[in-house]
């Protein structure tokens, strides 16, 4: 008979499996009318795992451009960033922090050109990747049609500065968008105005050469715009620089020599970003598909939960930022409700840790976990919790978060005390990790794919 740990991890490990980015790319492209005759590129944290999804799926050599975060850690910074691979270096691979390490070297082809790029914030990797992937669509080849795969960090990994603004005024921009505290539409209008590559701009150098353009996307923002997701490299876009311009005075310490490249814009003297009248003029289809996002690993989470224990009630909600509006929300749900339910949720609290506490180890998705469990209990709430880090990455921890239930707390004599106290250090991982009730994943099995956390609650009446 499996015990529960057995079925949360064989939870975890389907669950894991259904949301691969190897899996949903090649997947796509069975269902699309692609064929073989295709190059392909592809860009984000997850751009080797894409890659591997269309590998598995074309068989045959595959002209591609990968454009990747960093994996190599044997290697000196200076020498890594900007650095174009060939076959002889992918022995350096062995000893690389990168998934499917065998099955990538065993399907790589020969007409594969990696570049390894910067994130969080652009750097010299970042505008090397900008400047080769539009040598690269510029390039003379035999494919008619092009495969675009795209996932969360393409705006770090894919940067190329328009002319008259440096790289690195272009890097002190991007820290000061995604530090300012707007929300990520308003980051990305700014930065699709401030780019050679971004809104669209690659699509109208593609589509001079190719017959058909299909990007598929993982996205990692709400309401999964295609615009949004990495800046919308191929996507039209439907802000202007005028938007872009009152974001940026908007915001303290934008550099003056920015703000006048996004005056001069409105002005008439850049050009604007894609716009879907221009898209449709040229002689090139462009067919765009969010492949999977916040909701549909919801989605997925919730079926393989509701499966897990006797079929309940499935309720879908938010998390917001705040930890206690949630817990409010919760229960708000718990007063609704007199027979057994489940919860499904997406979203990150927000943590904040104070100045003078050295944290350990864990991130939101144990923290949530830890705090939610420690309530539960308090209300004498039977339960089943869990809480997942769809990156596979909870803060500082090599874990992907983890689950308790409330027996838990009767069957280990100190389980509660020991809880407040990791709750207290912000230790959550490793107070999950002495008790055997973490998500367990290897480095290389390291999404790089953040559709935020997930969580699972089961009450039982």
């Given at each position: 008979m499996t015990n529960s740990n057995d079925r949360w991890k064989i939870f975890f490990q389907t669950f894991q499996e259904s949301i691969s980015p190897e899996k949903l790319v090649s997947d796509a492209l069975i269902s699309s009318e692609m064929g073989d005759a295709f190059d392909l590129l592809t860009v984000g944290k997850n751009a080797l795992q894409m890659?591997?999804?269309?590998?598995?799926?074309?068989?045959?050599?595959?002209s591609s451009l990968v454009i990747s975060p960093d994996y190599f850690e044997s290697i000196p910074f200076s020498e890594?960033?900007?650095?174009?691979?060939?076959?002889?270096?992918?022995?350096?691979?062995?000893?690389?922090?990168?998934?499917?390490?065998?099955?990538?070297?065993?399907?790589?082809?020969?007409?594969?050109?990696?570049?390894?790029?910067n994130h969080p914030i652009p750097a010299s990797g970042s505008f090397f990747a900008g400047k080769k992937a539009i040598e690269w669509l510029e390039a003379p080849r035999d494919g008619k049609q092009l495969v675009v795969c795209i996932s969360g960090g393409t705006s770090a990994l894919l940067a190329c500065p328009p002319d008259g603004i440096s790289p690195e005024e272009k890097s002190f921009v991007h820290l000061l968008l995604v530090s300012s505290?707007?929300?990520?539409?308003?980051?990305?209008?700014?930065?699709?105005?401030?780019?050679?590559?971004?809104?669209?701009?690659?699509?109208?150098?593609?589509?001079?050469?190719?017959?058909?353009?299909?990007?598929?996307?993982?996205?990692?923002?709400?309401?999964?715009?295609?615009?949004?997701?990495?800046?919308?490299?191929f996507s039209p876009d439907q802000t202007t620089y005028s938007d872009a311009?009152?974001?940026?005075?908007?915001?303290?310490?934008?550099?003056?020599?920015?703000?006048?490249?996004?005056?001069?814009?409105?002005?008439?003297?850049?050009?604007?970003?894609?716009?879907?009248?221009?898209?449709?003029?040229?002689?090139?289809?462009?067919?765009?598909?969010?492949?999977?996002?916040?909701?549909?690993?919801?989605?997925?989470?919730?079926?393989?939960?509701?499966?897990?224990?006797?079929?309940?009630?499935?309720?879908?909600?938010?998390?917001?930022?705040?930890?206690?509006?949630?817990?409010?929300?919760?229960?708000?749900?718990f007063k609704t409700y007199t027979r057994n339910f489940i919860i499904i949720a997406s979203g990150e609290c927000e943590v904040k840790i104070p100045d003078d506490v050295k944290p350990g180890k864990g991130g939101r998705a144990s923290h949530l976990l830890l705090a939610l469990a420690i309530e539960l209990h308090r209300k004498q709430i039977k339960f089943d919790l869990a809480v997942i880090?769809?990156?596979?990455?909870?803060?500082?921890?090599?874990?992907?978060?983890?689950?308790?239930?409330?027996?838990?707390?009767?069957?280990?004599?100190?389980?509660?005390?020991?809880?407040?106290?990791?709750?207290?250090l912000y230790d959550s991982a490793s107070f999950l990790f002495k008790y055997d009730r973490f998500f367990s994943v290897s480095q290389k099995q390291n999404t790089g794919g953040n559709f935020a956390d997930i969580l699972l609650l089961r009450k039982v009446f």
């Open positions: 890659y591997l999804g269309g590998c598995r799926y074309h068989k045959s050599s595959l890594k960033n900007g650095q174009q691979s060939d076959i002889v270096q992918l022995e350096l691979m062995q000893t690389a922090n990168m998934p499917n390490m065998v099955q990538f070297k065993q399907n790589l082809h020969e007409k594969t050109v990696f570049v390894y790029s505290g707007v929300n990520i539409t308003k980051i990305n209008t700014v930065r699709r105005h401030l780019s050679k590559v971004k809104g669209g701009r690659l699509f109208r150098i593609a589509s001079k050469k190719y017959s058909k353009i299909l990007v598929l996307a993982l996205s990692d923002v709400p309401g999964d715009s295609l615009s949004d997701i990495g800046s919308g490299p311009l009152d974001i940026a005075m908007s915001i303290e310490k934008f550099p003056q020599n920015s703000l006048q490249y996004l005056k001069d814009g409105m002005a008439g003297k850049h050009p604007e970003t894609l716009k879907l009248n221009e898209a449709l003029e040229y002689n090139c289809t462009l067919e765009q598909k969010v492949i999977a996002g916040s909701d549909y690993v919801t989605e997925i989470a919730g079926k393989l939960f509701s499966e897990l224990f006797e079929k309940s009630e499935t309720i879908f909600m938010k998390i917001p930022n705040s930890q206690s509006a949630f817990f409010a929300a919760v229960e708000r749900v880090a769809t990156d596979n990455r909870d803060g500082n921890s090599q874990q992907a978060g983890g689950f308790i239930s409330d027996s838990d707390f009767e069957t280990f004599p100190f389980f509660a005390a020991e809880a407040i106290e990791s709750l207290t």
